[in-house]
Protein backbone atom coordinates (compact mmCIF):
# COMPACT_ATOMS: atom_id res chain seq x y z
CA UNK A 1 0.00 0.00 0.00
CA UNK A 2 1.33 3.40 -0.79
CA UNK A 3 0.34 5.05 2.65
CA UNK A 4 1.35 8.02 4.27
CA UNK A 5 0.47 8.63 7.51
CA UNK A 6 0.50 11.56 10.07
CA UNK A 7 -0.30 10.70 13.57
CA UNK A 8 -0.39 14.56 14.87
CA UNK A 9 -3.65 15.86 13.78
CA UNK A 10 -2.66 19.47 16.05
CA UNK A 11 -0.02 20.69 17.14
CA UNK A 12 0.78 23.57 18.97
CA UNK A 13 4.08 25.48 19.93
CA UNK A 14 5.06 28.71 21.33
CA UNK A 15 6.94 31.50 19.60
CA UNK A 16 10.78 31.25 18.90
CA UNK A 17 10.46 27.25 20.63
CA UNK A 18 11.32 24.00 17.99
CA UNK A 19 8.35 21.84 17.06
CA UNK A 20 8.75 18.36 15.42
CA UNK A 21 5.69 17.08 13.12
CA UNK A 22 5.95 13.46 12.39
CA UNK A 23 5.37 11.25 9.34
CA UNK A 24 5.90 7.50 8.40
CA UNK A 25 5.52 6.18 4.95
CA UNK A 26 4.85 2.87 3.24
CA UNK A 27 7.08 2.11 0.21
CA UNK A 28 8.05 -1.06 -2.18
CA UNK A 29 10.80 1.13 -3.78
CA UNK A 30 14.05 1.90 -3.16
CA UNK A 31 14.62 5.50 -4.89
CA UNK A 32 11.84 7.99 -4.18
CA UNK A 33 11.16 11.57 -3.02
CA UNK A 34 9.55 12.71 0.18
CA UNK A 35 8.14 16.47 0.73
CA UNK A 36 6.57 18.41 3.28
CA UNK A 37 4.13 21.18 2.12
CA UNK A 38 2.42 24.04 4.39
CA UNK A 39 -1.23 25.13 3.84
CA UNK A 40 -1.63 28.23 5.50
CA UNK A 41 -5.44 29.99 5.74
CA UNK A 42 -4.73 31.02 2.38
CA UNK A 43 -4.81 27.31 1.69
CA UNK A 44 -1.84 28.08 -1.19
CA UNK A 45 0.22 24.37 -0.71
CA UNK A 46 3.92 25.85 -0.39
CA UNK A 47 6.57 23.64 -0.82
CA UNK A 48 8.65 23.71 2.14
CA UNK A 49 11.16 21.39 2.01
CA UNK A 50 12.47 17.57 -0.44
CA UNK A 51 14.41 14.91 0.04
CA UNK A 52 15.74 12.22 -1.86
CA UNK A 53 15.38 8.80 -0.80
CA UNK A 54 19.04 7.80 -2.10
CA UNK A 55 20.80 10.64 0.08
CA UNK A 56 21.58 9.77 3.41
CA UNK A 57 21.99 13.68 4.59
CA UNK A 58 19.02 15.08 5.82
CA UNK A 59 17.80 18.07 3.92
CA UNK A 60 17.39 21.43 5.37
CA UNK A 61 16.04 24.86 4.78
CA UNK A 62 16.77 27.81 6.41
CA UNK A 63 14.57 26.77 9.83
CA UNK A 64 13.34 23.96 8.46
CA UNK A 65 14.99 20.46 8.37
CA UNK A 66 14.24 16.61 8.43
CA UNK A 67 15.08 13.63 10.42
CA UNK A 68 14.99 10.86 7.16
CA UNK A 69 14.97 7.68 8.51
CA UNK A 70 15.01 5.25 5.79
CA UNK A 71 15.00 1.78 6.98
CA UNK A 72 12.26 2.62 9.72
CA UNK A 73 10.34 4.82 6.77
CA UNK A 74 9.95 7.96 8.65
CA UNK A 75 10.45 11.61 8.03
CA UNK A 76 9.94 14.02 10.31
CA UNK A 77 9.77 17.56 9.88
CA UNK A 78 11.81 20.12 12.72
CA UNK A 79 10.88 23.71 12.72
CA UNK A 80 13.37 25.80 14.82
CA UNK A 81 12.98 29.34 15.90
CA UNK A 82 8.86 28.97 15.35
CA UNK A 83 7.34 31.66 14.16
CA UNK A 84 4.25 33.39 13.94
CA UNK A 85 3.67 32.88 10.00
CA UNK A 86 4.67 29.39 10.34
CA UNK A 87 0.82 28.54 11.45
CA UNK A 88 -0.82 26.61 8.89
CA UNK A 89 -1.54 22.68 8.30
CA UNK A 90 1.46 20.69 7.22
CA UNK A 91 1.05 17.71 4.69
CA UNK A 92 3.73 14.73 4.24
CA UNK A 93 4.08 13.53 0.90
CA UNK A 94 5.59 11.13 -1.36
CA UNK A 95 5.78 10.77 -4.95
CA UNK A 96 5.23 7.56 -6.72
CA UNK A 97 5.39 7.89 -10.79
CA UNK A 98 5.18 11.50 -10.38
CA UNK A 99 1.81 10.86 -8.20
CA UNK A 100 1.80 12.25 -5.17
CA UNK A 101 0.31 10.38 -1.85
CA UNK A 102 -0.32 13.16 1.01
CA UNK A 103 -0.52 12.08 4.43
CA UNK A 104 -3.88 13.77 6.23
CA UNK A 105 -1.89 16.61 7.62
CA UNK A 106 -0.81 18.39 11.18
CA UNK A 107 -2.41 21.79 12.35
CA UNK A 108 0.25 23.94 13.56
CA UNK A 109 -0.48 26.25 15.95
CA UNK A 110 2.16 29.00 16.72
CA UNK A 111 1.37 30.87 20.26
CA UNK A 112 2.35 34.54 20.93
CA UNK B 1 10.26 30.56 -10.79
CA UNK B 2 8.13 27.21 -11.31
CA UNK B 3 4.40 29.24 -10.39
CA UNK B 4 1.53 27.58 -11.34
CA UNK B 5 -1.91 29.80 -11.63
CA UNK B 6 -6.07 28.94 -11.24
CA UNK B 7 -8.00 30.83 -12.64
CA UNK B 8 -11.34 31.96 -11.35
CA UNK B 9 -10.50 31.67 -7.53
CA UNK B 10 -13.88 31.43 -6.39
CA UNK B 11 -17.08 30.81 -8.42
CA UNK B 12 -20.62 30.28 -7.62
CA UNK B 13 -22.87 28.39 -9.89
CA UNK B 14 -26.49 26.76 -9.46
CA UNK B 15 -27.16 23.56 -9.55
CA UNK B 16 -27.13 21.73 -13.17
CA UNK B 17 -24.99 24.30 -14.88
CA UNK B 18 -21.07 23.52 -15.67
CA UNK B 19 -18.18 24.98 -14.19
CA UNK B 20 -14.82 25.44 -15.95
CA UNK B 21 -11.21 26.10 -14.03
CA UNK B 22 -8.18 26.93 -15.69
CA UNK B 23 -4.73 25.92 -14.39
CA UNK B 24 -1.82 27.39 -16.38
CA UNK B 25 2.19 27.15 -15.54
CA UNK B 26 3.37 30.56 -16.02
CA UNK B 27 7.43 29.90 -16.05
CA UNK B 28 7.49 26.27 -17.63
CA UNK B 29 6.21 23.79 -19.39
CA UNK B 30 4.41 21.06 -17.96
CA UNK B 31 3.31 18.20 -19.82
CA UNK B 32 1.64 16.31 -16.80
CA UNK B 33 -0.46 18.53 -14.60
CA UNK B 34 -2.79 17.25 -11.44
CA UNK B 35 -6.10 18.13 -10.46
CA UNK B 36 -6.80 17.39 -6.30
CA UNK B 37 -9.71 18.00 -4.76
CA UNK B 38 -9.78 19.18 -0.77
CA UNK B 39 -12.43 18.94 1.53
CA UNK B 40 -12.27 20.90 4.59
CA UNK B 41 -10.26 20.04 7.12
CA UNK B 42 -9.23 16.93 4.73
CA UNK B 43 -6.31 16.00 2.73
CA UNK B 44 -5.84 16.43 -0.84
CA UNK B 45 -7.10 13.63 -3.13
CA UNK B 46 -5.91 12.94 -6.55
CA UNK B 47 -8.30 13.18 -9.05
CA UNK B 48 -6.73 12.49 -12.57
CA UNK B 49 -3.12 13.18 -14.03
CA UNK B 50 -3.67 15.43 -17.44
CA UNK B 51 -1.53 14.99 -20.18
CA UNK B 52 -0.84 17.48 -22.76
CA UNK B 53 -2.05 15.98 -26.44
CA UNK B 54 -3.71 13.25 -24.74
CA UNK B 55 -6.68 11.63 -22.71
CA UNK B 56 -5.83 12.21 -18.83
CA UNK B 57 -5.88 8.95 -16.70
CA UNK B 58 -8.62 9.72 -13.79
CA UNK B 59 -8.34 8.00 -10.90
CA UNK B 60 -10.82 5.47 -9.05
CA UNK B 61 -13.86 6.75 -8.30
CA UNK B 62 -13.38 9.53 -10.40
CA UNK B 63 -16.23 10.15 -12.86
CA UNK B 64 -14.46 11.03 -16.35
CA UNK B 65 -17.81 12.10 -17.45
CA UNK B 66 -18.60 14.51 -14.90
CA UNK B 67 -15.23 15.93 -14.59
CA UNK B 68 -13.75 16.84 -18.36
CA UNK B 69 -10.10 17.92 -18.43
CA UNK B 70 -8.34 19.22 -21.32
CA UNK B 71 -4.26 19.58 -21.38
CA UNK B 72 -4.33 21.67 -25.04
CA UNK B 73 -1.12 23.31 -24.69
CA UNK B 74 2.04 22.61 -22.51
CA UNK B 75 0.66 25.67 -20.30
CA UNK B 76 -2.33 25.33 -20.20
CA UNK B 77 -5.32 22.41 -18.47
CA UNK B 78 -8.63 22.72 -18.06
CA UNK B 79 -11.15 21.00 -15.53
CA UNK B 80 -15.00 21.65 -16.81
CA UNK B 81 -17.71 20.44 -14.01
CA UNK B 82 -20.37 19.38 -15.43
CA UNK B 83 -23.84 19.09 -14.45
CA UNK B 84 -22.84 20.44 -11.52
CA UNK B 85 -24.40 19.46 -8.28
CA UNK B 86 -24.11 20.81 -4.71
CA UNK B 87 -22.23 17.42 -3.65
CA UNK B 88 -19.46 18.89 -6.18
CA UNK B 89 -18.79 21.80 -4.25
CA UNK B 90 -15.35 21.60 -3.01
CA UNK B 91 -12.09 23.39 -3.20
CA UNK B 92 -10.10 22.00 -6.20
CA UNK B 93 -6.49 22.60 -6.88
CA UNK B 94 -3.97 21.53 -9.63
CA UNK B 95 -0.21 21.37 -9.82
CA UNK B 96 2.70 20.91 -12.43
CA UNK B 97 5.99 20.26 -12.30
CA UNK B 98 8.50 21.85 -14.32
CA UNK B 99 11.22 19.55 -16.56
CA UNK B 100 14.03 20.24 -14.07
CA UNK B 101 12.28 19.22 -11.12
CA UNK B 102 10.06 16.40 -12.22
CA UNK B 103 9.71 15.17 -9.03
CA UNK B 104 8.48 18.17 -7.23
CA UNK B 105 5.01 19.43 -7.29
CA UNK B 106 4.28 23.01 -7.59
CA UNK B 107 0.50 23.51 -6.53
CA UNK B 108 -1.77 26.26 -7.75
CA UNK B 109 -4.12 28.98 -5.23
CA UNK B 110 -6.57 26.50 -5.77
CA UNK B 111 -10.62 27.16 -6.74
CA UNK B 112 -13.36 27.11 -4.12
CA UNK B 113 -16.42 25.96 -6.55
CA UNK B 114 -19.68 26.79 -4.36
CA UNK B 115 -22.89 24.81 -6.33
CA UNK B 116 -26.63 26.22 -5.03
Known amino acids: AQTVTQSQPEMSVQEAETVTLSCTYD???????LFWYKQPPSRQMILVIR??????QNATENRFSVNFQKAAKSFSLKISDSQLGDTAMYFCARNNFNKFYFGSGTKLNVKP | GAVVSQHPSRVICKSGTSVKIECRSLDFQATTMFWYRQFPKQSLMLMAT?????????EQGVEKDKFLINHASLTLSTLTVTSAHPEDSSFYIC????????????FGPGTRLLVL
Open chain 1, 51 to 56: QEAYKQ
Open chain 1, 27 to 33: TSENNYY
Open chain 2, 50 to 58: SNEGSKATY
Open chain 2, 95 to 106: SASPPTWQETQY
